[in-house]
């Protein structure tokens, strides 16, 4: 539910400040007109208190029934009845408290046109007022709404682009495993574990989206050990860091899609021996890794370039940094390069 | 004895398959490959009665390989996960088996091979292969046979296509290459913003194309960057116009 507009301090005082300044100006007024002080602020304390509800009652009523479009009319009406309500209220109890003072019923009779018009006029200020307001409420809250579901829907898609796994991947492993059961149970046993924990790693759902480089170095070695297990001796990986690099962070499980493309691009597009490279270090702020697979230019697919697995790492890096020239790729001769960088000065 | 060969890129996934045969002494394992390239050697030396094929395996996938071997013998795919293989091989009877699988599962698509061999295999696998390489995720390149060698071509690279008999000429920068296929299995499989069957006996790249001129009444001419000229019939010109936004 939308706040009153009196729920502000500031609005509060000036509302009452109005009110005092009526009050007086009414009084004033009335002891101009040749009434004595006493009658004078009377008149002016019941006129101006009643005007005090009618318009509260106004400002409430607005705060459950916004009008829209051509229902303007309505208001229009209700402040139009309101006045009069008021009009015939203030006259009745004037009368009772002051019809004994010498031309008090005169002057009454002669200023109830004068009394309607400056209270329809207020009434009116005061609905205008709270309408703006409300409207202006809604909006800012209707605001605050689509922020909420916009971040929500960052944080799910950076969640489901985090646990990202090929089937593949995962299908693959367990048949290497079923074939070490018969032949060498003891490395199938530990195959069963590097795969629990990498998978247990996947579908982490914490709120630290930040690890250091070597913690995810050590995650990505479990994904490399299980590649080797499944190729055998075709893959091979050479990691070559600079120290510093060791306690910049990184998005967490960014590494892991970016080596598996260059292990199934150079994979599947080479028959021998396959060696992956990463290389990582300090460029200014950014933590800087690249990552080198072999690849043959003559049948490799002409879909070269940005597939799926780095399509989502380019993702998450614009969800996360709003930058899209994080991640850049390159193929020369018979070597394939990706080079992503991970910005350090923004991490919260 | 019928012999057998091999086809996977994982040494497990092989040993597995050598395992589960065990149970089928009438099975002789006579080579086991890492690739499609050597697979394609090995049917050729050994003329195999049954292979067991991978799909997603180096230089060429398992269905590449099959496309280039004329009388293909009977195949039992075996595959991890993927999605349009697995519809292909769904409406048709040769066997697949999904890894990890099982000796009991083995054992049941090796009496189904034993069953349909019989009964013309080749054509069975030749409708899976139909079906397996026209749906839309596979033909980005086209893999060709170039005497002895294997050339694979990527679609961007490809000018035009034209019918010769039985064959489909597939003409690039270095030339024509031969692939037996039908032109509507290309127009098929083909992305068909890319290619258009402008006439009958062609389909063209349209992003080869530099102009089109009128030719003769009723029918134009395709104009490509090479100097190619590829006939366009009056329905082929308007699907080319609706290609092109015209």
């Known amino acids: 539910m939308t706040n009153s507009p009196l729920s502000i301090l500031k609005f509060r005082i000036i509302f009452i400040l109005v009110w005092l300044v009526l009050l007086a100006d009414n009084a004033m007024v009335i002891h101009f007109f040749g009434m004595p002080w006493t009658a004078a602020i009377i008149d002016s304390a019941i006129g101006n208190t009643l ?116 089937p593949h991947f995962l299908f693959n492993s367990l048949n ?122 003559e049948t490799s697919s002409p879909k070269l370039g940005v597939g799926f697995g780095l399509q989502s790492v380019q993702r998450r890096l614009y969800l996360l940094f709003a930058r899209t020239d994080l991640l850049v790729t390159n193929a020369k001769e018979n070597i394939f390069t990706t080079i992503v960088k991970v910005p350090q000065g923004l991490i919260s | 004895m019928n012999k057998v060969i091999i086809i996977d890129d994982e040494p497990l996934a092989r040993s597995i398959v050598v395992e589960y045969l065990q149970n089928h002494p009438d099975l002789e394992v006579v080579q086991q490959c890492g690739d499609g390239f050597e697979g394609l050697k090995a049917i050729q030396q050994h003329q195999p009665d049954l292979i067991f094929l991978d799909i997603q395996m180096p230089k060429i996938t398992g269905f590449e390989m099959l496309e280039l071997i004329e009388q293909p013998p009977g195949v039992i795919f075996t595959t991890a996960f993927d999605e349009y293989a697995i519809k292909a091989f769904e409406s048709h009877a040769v066997d697949y088996l999904l890894k990890p699988f099982n000796q009991e599962r083995f054992d049941k698509a090796i009496a189904k091979w034993n069953e349909q061999k019989t009964n013309l295999p080749e054509k069975m696998t030749q409708s899976v292969l139909e079906s397996a390489s026209s749906s839309p995720a596979q033909r980005h390149r086209i893999v060709v046979r170039n005497g002895s060698k294997i050339k694979i071509i990527s679609v961007t690279d490809v000018f035009y296509l034209e019918a010769a008999d039985d064959y489909v ?19 098929q499989s083909l992305d068909e913003q890319l290619f258009v069957r402008s006439h009958r006996s062609y389909i063209v790249n349209v992003q080869q194309i530099t102009r089109i001129d009128p030719y003769e009444k009723d029918s134009h001419v395709a104009i490509l960057r090479s100097g190619a000229k590829v006939p366009v019939s009056r329905s082929g010109y308007g699907r080319l116009k609706e290609v092109l936004g015209l």
């Not at chain 1, 309101?82 to 031309?103: D, M, P, Q, V």
């Open chain 1, 51 to 166: 005007l005090l509800l009618a318009s509260l009652l106004v400002m409430n009523t607005l705060r459950f029934y916004l009008p829209r479009g051509t229902q303007y009319i309505n208001i229009f009406s209700i402040c139009l009845f309101l006045t009069i309500l008021w009009l015939i209220l203030t006259k009745l109890f004037l009368r009772l408290a002051l019809s004994e003072y010498e031309g008090y019923s005169n002057l009454l009779q002669h200023s109830l046109s004068i009394r309607f018009s400056i209270a329809f006029l207020l009434l009116g200020c005061i609905t205008l007022i709270s309408i703006l307001w409300y409207n202006q409420q809604e909006q800012k809250e209707k605001e605050d709404r689509k922020t909420d579901a916009e971040k929500l829907a960052k944080e799910a898609e950076l969640f489901k682009l985090r646990q990202q796994l090929q």
């Open chain 1, 176 to 297: 290497s495993i079923n074939a070490l059961i018969g032949s060498r149970p003891v490395e199938a046993r530990k195959m069963v574990q590097q795969l629990s924990d990498f998978l247990r790693g996947t579908i982490r759902k914490e709120e630290t989206q930040w690890v250091t480089f070597s913690e995810e170095l050590q995650y990505l070695q479990l994904y490399l050990d299980i590649e080797k297990v499944r190729f055998g001796n075709r893959l091979a990986t050479v990691i070559d860091m600079e120290e510093s690099t060791e306690e910049l962070k990184i998005p967490t499980l960014l590494l892991q899609p970016i080596v598996e493309n260059a292990i199934k691009f150079g994979l599947y597009d080479t028959t021998g021996e396959t060696i992956i490279r990463l290389y990582a270090k300090k460029e200014g702020d950014d933590l800087l890794i690249r990552v080198e697979n072999p690849f043959d230019p």
């Open chain 2, 169 to 187: 000429k597939i003409h690039t920068q270095e030339g024509y290459f031969l692939k037996n296929k039908t032109m509507t299995h290309f127009e």
